[in-house]
């Protein structure tokens, strides 16, 4: 059964606060409309003998019940004279339950405690509020700004909304964040979500939490991203000997969109490579803002295939070189080793709002970069996304230029996306489009609070740590404990070992495997052939020393000793540089990466066509 954040107070609380604001005006209305009916009509009927305003001083003084109510022993009189007791009773019953019960929740949340506490008023907020209401969490929003409107409608299915600042303690103190299973830092400015962070640990202070509070702060610079789970790692290296109350788990929601992108994608692509008979993965971007950057990271660090050479990316952006030397700045090492490896990626000019795209474009970037196997849409606008994309698809189609797939970034569903941009419904070869990346599908409590992209990266990180590929393939069981202990995994180990998760469906596809489509009866325990391994053992290397470059590591000097904390690293040299252990150590991540895809993927797999 899937765990619920919730104690007995705050599921009180949070039933309360749905119950209190529930859309029942009709009924309340209606009931009251019925004991009024009964009163009048029953009145003026039975003392319709008597003249009209002697009728009505009668009907009315059914509320005093006065000696002929008081002693009625007639089924019409005993009638009118509950009705009119019943309906100033009811109204004021009405009138005041929507209050009483708001004034109860907040006194049952006082004892609120393993609930979910979100802090922030943006549609990423609103959405995984709703998302945990329907898995059964308690839920506290604190949000500053949020409309009425909005306000109510979360109220109605049980999220306790409080107004506030969450930077501030005594905010996060009335929410119980000390108390929280998980806090969710979810504001726009990420030197705010960085105060919240702040703000809990001080408010937890030396008391123990076991488990400890997940704090999860939401970061969109990619630098501050890294810089946040840098200093988690150099945490968890000081507070070893003594578990601290605070476990911060900084995450990024166009990283997440990323990776879950190229995980679903990359047999999708691969395939197509195939199809085309292209030498390598070739993935065109037009528009390069953090979500498009994020999706070039994840290929350069997952995209390597043991039957393509390395993946090239072109970016066609309105101020290319203002990219380029943003991205590279980012990512300096990747471009500052050409022993080891170079990133394969251009940056050409196209101004998508003063020009129309058309055969010329595709023919530049032919000329100059070949064929692509997929198109990555992200401007910064979904408006701009969606035009682009059908104008792609257009002329991408025109005799079959580019027949390849659309990847149009959207961060909340649209009813063009939900319609059209659903992927590919045909069998020809031809130009498509799928959005990705709208917060519906992945501002969710599976992948920011239960860490679902993790899975497969703490399947790798046990494989690597007690050498598990050494023996048979683990059991589903096995697979599913290998998570307990990621918590304590390092950052930089976390980072090489979900570049290993994202690039397991690379390997299944390698190994002549794809991924069952329902109704198909798939095999779970499929290997590499032995014929293949090394080979595929020489590309994870290959690909291991691309994260790690991309991820800020260098390779050491000849006279230099590895050195965690200076990122530099002795075994970023080519495969035939490698001694035995460490090549049996890529040996050990292919198999890994078998097993990553099983956890991923349990209706199996059968073999590609």
Not at 121 to 126: E, G, K, P, Q
Not at 191 to 197: M, S
Not at 234 to 260: C, G, H, N, T, Y
Not at 429 to 449: C, E, K, M, P
Request: aromatic fraction near 8%; glycine fraction near 6%; hydrophobic fraction near 45%.
């Amino acid at each position: 059964m899937a765990q619920k954040y919730a104690n007995t107070w705050s599921r009180a609380a949070a039933s309360l606060t749905a119950l209190s604001h529930t859309q029942a005006g009709a009924f309340r209305w209606g009931v009251l409309i019925v004991l009024i009916a009964v009163w009048f009509v029953g009145g003026l009927w039975l003392w319709r003998a008597e003249p009209l305003s002697e009728a009505l001083y009668r009907t009315f003084s059914a509320v005093s019940m006065w000696d002929e109510y008081f002693n009625a022993n007639e089924p019409m009189r005993e009638v009118v004279r509950y009705a009119a007791l019943a309906a100033p009773v009811v109204g004021l019953l009405f009138a005041f339950s929507g209050q009483l019960g708001r004034s109860l929740a907040r006194i049952f949340n006082l004892g609120a405690a393993r609930h979910v506490v979100i802090a922030g008023d943006s549609v990423a907020a609103l959405s995984l509020a709703q998302d945990c209401r329907k898995r059964r969490d308690s839920v506290i929003l604190i949000a500053d700004e949020l409309p009425s409107e909005t306000a109510l409608g979360l109220r109605r299915k049980g999220v306790i909304v409080l107004e506030g600042n969450a930077t501030h303690v005594e905010t996060l103190r009335t929410a119980r964040a000390h108390h929280a299973a998980h806090v969710i830092a979810y504001e726009p400015d990420d030197t705010a979500n960085l105060q919240i962070e702040a703000a809990v640990r001080r408010l937890v202070g030396d008391a123990r939490r076991k488990p400890p509070i997940g704090v999860h702060v939401s970061t969109r610079s990619p630098m501050l991203l890294k810089e946040a789970r840098e200093m988690r790692s150099a945490q968890v290296r000081k507070k070893k000997s003594q578990a601290s109350p605070i476990d911060p788990k900084p995450f990024s929601l166009e990283e997440m969109a990323a990776r879950a992108l190229v995980q679903k994608e990359s047999q999708v692509l691969l395939s197509l490579a195939q199809q085309l008979g292209q030498p390598r993965l070739h993935i065109v971007f037009f528009g390069f803002d953090g979500a498009a950057e994020a999706v070039a990271e994840r290929i350069l660090m997952s995209m390597w295939s043991a039957h393509f050479e390395a993946p090239r990316l072109t970016v066609l952006t309105q101020a290319p070189e203002a990219a380029e030397a943003g991205f590279k700045a980012r990512h300096r090492e990747a471009f500052a080793n050409p022993n080891a490896w170079v990133a394969d990626i251009a940056f050409q000019q196209f101004d998508w709002d003063m020009a129309s795209v058309g055969a010329e474009v595709l023919e530049g970037v032919e000329q100059s970069r070949g064929k692509p196997t997929a198109i990555i849409v992200s401007t910064g606008s979904d408006p701009g996304n969606i035009h682009l994309s059908i104008a792609l698809k257009r002329v991408c189609n025109n005799g079959m230029r580019w027949p390849v797939p659309i990847y149009m970034r959207e961060t909340s569903q649209s009813e063009f996306s939900q319609q059209y941009a659903k992927g590919d419904e045909t069998e020809e070869l031809d130009a498509y489009l799928l959005a990705f990346g709208a917060h519906q599908v992945n501002s969710t409590r599976a992948r920011i609070i239960d860490g679902l992209l993790d899975q497969g990266a703490a399947i790798a990180h046990e494989h690597y740590s007690r050498s598990l590929g050494e023996r048979d393939a683990m059991s589903m069981r096995e697979l599913q404990a290998a998570m307990k202990d990621w918590s304590d995994v390092l950052e930089t180990y976390r980072a090489a070992n979900r570049a290993v998760a994202d690039a397991a469906m690379v390997k299944v596809w390698d190994a002549g495997f794809r991924a069952a489509n329902k109704g198909e009866k798939g095999e779970h325990n499929v290997a590499v052939p032995p014929d293949l391994l090394e080979r595929m053992a020489r590309r994870e290397h290959d690909r291991w020393m691309a994260e790690r470059l991309m991820s800020g590591w260098r390779p050491t000097g000849l006279s230099e000793a590895r050195n965690n904390d200076l990122m530099a690293h002795d075994k970023i040299v080519g495969w035939d540089q490698l001694n035995e252990n460490d090549r049996n150590n890529d040996v050990t991540q292919v198999r890994a990466s078998m097993d990553v895809a099983r956890l991923m993927h349990k209706e199996g797999f059968v073999p590609r066509g």
